[in-house]
C-alpha cells in the first residue's frame, strides 16, 4: 500500500497542488531521449476484466448451486431433536452463504453443492472439538435447511450498449478500448518518466518551509482518507491508518510522510526546472480549454465551478506538470511491450 501510495503521488498530475513558490535548488539530470516502455495488450486486457467484474451482479439461476455461488437459505440447528441457541435463521429474508467461504462449520456448504431453489436438506455435521460454544464442541448436530435460490455472479460482456451506458463519453467499444490504452499507457509513462528523472537528478539545498508544508499537507489528506473508509468499518483514525494504509502506527506514519515530503518537493522542483529550461508555460488559450475538459471529465458544471472548486493556481500547476509530461513523453524513445 505505501509504495502504491507514493508511486501514485510522485507520478500524478496534481503533485504542483502546494505550490511552485520554492527556494531550493535542483540539478535535473538527463530528460531527453527517456526510455520507456508502453503497456502490454495482456496488461490492457486484464485492466479491463477487472473492470467488468467491478460492474459484476448477483442473478438467480435455475439450476443446482454450485462451489462459488451464493445460496440463499433458512436454516434450524437441532442437537438431540432440540433446536440450539443461535443455530437458527427463519427470518424472511433468509441468510446469503457463499458456498465455498468456509463461513460455516466444515461440511455445511460442501453439503449444500447440487441443491436447487426450494429443497429441503438435512445436513448431519459435528461440531469442531475446538468449539467457541463449550455446549457445541465436538457435538452431533443435524441442520435442517431450506434452499430459497441459488445465486451466481454475472460477469457483464462489453458490448457497444454496456460502453455507452456505463461510460458515455465513448459509443463503441473500439473506442473505449483506445481510450483505456492510451490512459495506462500515459500512468505507465508518468510513472516510469518519474523514476528516471528522480533517480537522475540532485537536490542541491531544500526549501525546509516547503517541505513542512508537504509533510503537513500529507498527513491531513491521508489521514482524512483513512478516516473516511476506516468509519465504514467502525475503525478510530489510528486503527485506519494501520490497517488501511499499512502504517504501524501514527508516529510512523508521520515519520513517512516526513521522509517522502522531500520527495514530492525534489519533484516539483525537477518539473519546475524543466520548464523554465524549455520554456513551457500554460497560456491562457490552454488554460481555458483544458479547465473545461476537466471540469467535464470530473463532473462539474462548468469550468468555473471546477476552478472555484479546486483554485486557480493548483488547475494552473496540474496543468504545468501534464505539459511537461507531454514534452518528457514526446522526446522518449519508446519500445512496445513483450
Known amino acids: 500500500m505505501k509504495k502504491k501510495l507514493m508511486t501514485v503521488l510522485l507520478a500524478g498530475a496534481m503533485v504542483l497542488a502546494a505550490g511552485c513558490g520554492s527556494t531550493g535548488k535542483v540539478t535535473v539530470g538527463e530528460y531527453k531521449g527517456l526510455a520507456l516502455t508502453s503497456v502490454s495488450q495482456a496488461a490492457a486486457d486484464e485492466d479491463i476484466a477487472q473492470m467488468l467484474e467491478y460492474y459484476s451482479e448477483l442473478a438467480e439461476v435455475d439450476r443446482a448451486a454450485q462451489d462459488g455461488d451464493t445460496v440463499n437459505i433458512n436454516y434450524v440447528g437441532l442437537k438431540d431433536g432440540v433446536a440450539f441457541e443461535g443455530g437458527t435463521n427463519d427470518s424472511e429474508a433468509g441468510h446469503d452463504l457463499v458456498l465455498g467461504s468456509n463461513s460455516f462449520i466444515d461440511g455445511f456448504e460442501d453439503g449444500l453443492i447440487g441443491a436447487v431453489a426450494g429443497e ?59 481510450a483505456r490504452l492510451e490512459y495506462l499507457n500515459t500512468e505507465t509513462y508518468y ?37 473516511y473508509y476506516g468509519s465504514m468499518y467502525g475503525l478510530d483514525t489510528e486503527s485506519s491508518i494501520k490497517y488501511l494504509l499499512g502504517f504501524e502506527s501514527t508516529e510512523a506514519f508521520e515519520e513517512e510522510m516526513g521522509k517522502f515530503a522531500y520527495e514530492v518537493v525534489k519533484n516539483r522542483m525537477i518539473i519546475m526546472e524543466i520548464a523554465e529550461k524549455e520554456k513551457i508555460k500554460v497560456t491562457d488559450e490552454i488554460f481555458d480549454t483544458k479547465a473545461a475538459e476537466y471540469a467535464e471529465a470530473s463532473g ?16 494552473r500547476d496540474a496543468l504545468l506538470v501534464e505539459l511537461v509530461m507531454e514534452f518528457l513523453i514526446d522526446n522518449a524513445v519508446i519500445s512496445e511491450a513483450q
Not at 132 to 161: H, M, R, W
Not at 300 to 315: H, K, L, P, Q, W
Open 300 to 315: 462539474y458544471a462548468d469550468a468555473e465551478a471546477f476552478i472555484t472548486a479546486n483554485g486557480e493556481e493548483v488547475v
Open 120 to 178: 429441503k436438506r438435512d445436513l448431519n455435521l459435528t461440531f469442531p472439538e475446538g468449539y467457541q460454544n463449550a455446549e457445541l464442541a465436538g457435538q452431533a448436530v443435524v441442520f435442517q435447511v431450506t434452499v430459497n435460490s441459488v445465486k451466481e455472479i454475472q460477469v457483464p460482456e462489453l458490448t457497444d450498449a454496456f460502453v455507452a451506458e456505463k461510460f458515455p463519453a465513448y459509443k463503441t467499444v473500439e473506442e473505449y478500448k483506445e
Open 191 to 227: 510513472e516510469q518518466i518519474t523514476e528516471q528523472i528522480m533517480a537522475s537528478s540532485e537536490v542541491e539545498k531544500y526549501d525546509e518551509g516547503e517541505v513542512a508544508d508537504e509533510k503537513q499537507a500529507l498527513i491531513d489528506e491521508y489521514t482524512a482518507y483513512a478516516s
